[in-house]
């Protein structure tokens, strides 16, 4: 059965930390790897990767796949408080079907 | 990114009707799929909604139950039918494979948030 696992499901930190969030998976037909900010309803697109070590980078996030370790992290650099939210990641498998990890709730305090 | 709208925003029904979600994109995009996010969990997806066929579902999710629509490739809509408290959820329309974007990005209208008493 396809998976996806992040860890940790939730992280506590202060403004200005960095955070590394983590993202396994295991599905029987890879295409890509996505990952996603939603704080009320509406997922917001952050990156795709399909190639291994790869930087992609926003500002003050970046991310980076591992093909033969099948795992991504995600990183946030100089945190804000605009940045709490759930970061979700999702693996596209087969014909773009998503799979979800839980999610990492993330909180940053002022 | 393509603009997506869903109506309603959120919806309170009573047990045993149905609520119609509808789902518009500015752009043609060739996939366009339906998930769920039930309190407190991550997005599942529902279906794939075909256009000019039938959608196709995943595993636990019937016609019967979730009817979808898709006759054009801006548009899309979801029943939620014979509806009972376990229904409260997000459901949330994503497309992908639009012009000008990679064929595997998702992205996500604003969500429909359904209560059921």
């Known amino acids: 059965e396809d998976k996806v696992v992040q860890s940790p499901l939730s992280l506590v930190v202060h403004e200005g930390d960095t955070v590394t969030l983590n993202c396994s998976y295991e599905?029987?037909?890879?295409?890509?790897l996505l990952w996603y900010k939603q704080e009320k309803k509406a997922p917001t697109f952050l990156f795709m990767l399909?190639?291994?070590?790869i930087e992609k980078k926003s500002g003050r996030l970046s991310s980076i796949l591992d093909k033969k370790e099948l795992f991504s992290i995600l990183n946030i650099t100089a945190t804000q408080t605009g940045d709490s939210a759930v970061y979700l990641c999702?693996?596209?498998?087969?014909?773009?079907?998503?799979?979800f990890g839980q999610g990492t709730r993330l909180t940053i305090n002022p | 990114s393509a603009v997506i709208s869903q109506k309603p925003s959120r919806d309170i029904c009573q047990r045993g009707t149905s609520l119609t979600i509808q789902c518009q994109v500015d752009?043609?995009?060739?996939?366009m799929f339906w998930y769920r996010q039930q309190p407190g969990q991550s997005l599942t997806l529902i279906a794939t909604a075909n256009q000019g066929s039938e959608a196709t579902y995943e595993s636990g999710f019937v016609i019967d139950k979730f009817p979808i629509s898709r006759p054009n490739l801006t548009f899309s809509t979801l029943t939620v039918s014979n509806l009972s408290p376990e229904d409260s959820s997000i459901y949330l329309c994503?497309?992908?494979?639009?012009?000008?974007?990679?064929?595997?990005?998702?992205?996500f209208g604003p969500g429909t948030r359904l209560t059921v008493l």
């Open positions: 399909t190639s291994s070590g």
């Open positions: 999702a693996v596209v498998e087969g014909a773009q079907k998503l799979v």
């Open positions: 752009s043609q995009v060739t996939m």
């Open positions: 599905v029987t037909n890879f295409r890509s």
């Open positions: 994503s497309v992908g494979g639009g012009q000008g974007r990679g064929y595997n990005e998702q992205f």
